[in-house]
């Protein structure tokens, strides 16, 4: 059973960097073939893919966000982290880790507010 648990401070000030951290367990996130994503939602908005890390340790973003994200891992916590630097307002959203499709977080509010 893949659980994901999504953490990390629920409000950002604008131009900080937000950074969350998915800790998974009942599956490693090293085992062959499997990518590890983040999604975000914001509010009246469908769901935005931000990037992902591969059980190899490679990654991929969104075009839309691959100057600001950088998705990294620790093996030994079983755990991969988002960071998004320089955040502003629209960047208020719920933010998901996931193995997609089958297995998602319970999501995490990050409000971007001073």
């Known amino acids: 059973q893949v659980h994901l648990q999504e953490s990390g401070p629920g409000l950002v000030k604008p131009s900080q960097t937000l950074s969350l951290t998915c800790t998974v367990s009942g599956y490693s996130i090293t085992t062959n073939g499997y990518y590890w994503s983040w999604i975000r939602q914001a509010p009246g908005k469908g769901l935005e893919w931000i990037g992902y890390?591969?059980?190899?340790?490679?990654?991929y973003y969104s075009p839309a966000l691959k100057s600001r994200a950088s998705i990294s891992r620790d093996t030994s916590k079983n755990q991969f982290t988002l960071q998004l630097t320089a955040v502003v307002h629209e960047d208020t959203a719920i933010y998901y880790c996931?193995?997609?499709?089958?297995?998602w977080g319970q999501g995490t509010q990050v409000t971007v507010s001073s």
């Open positions: 996931t193995r997609y499709p089958a297995h």
């Open positions: 890390i591969s059980y190899s340790g490679s990654t």
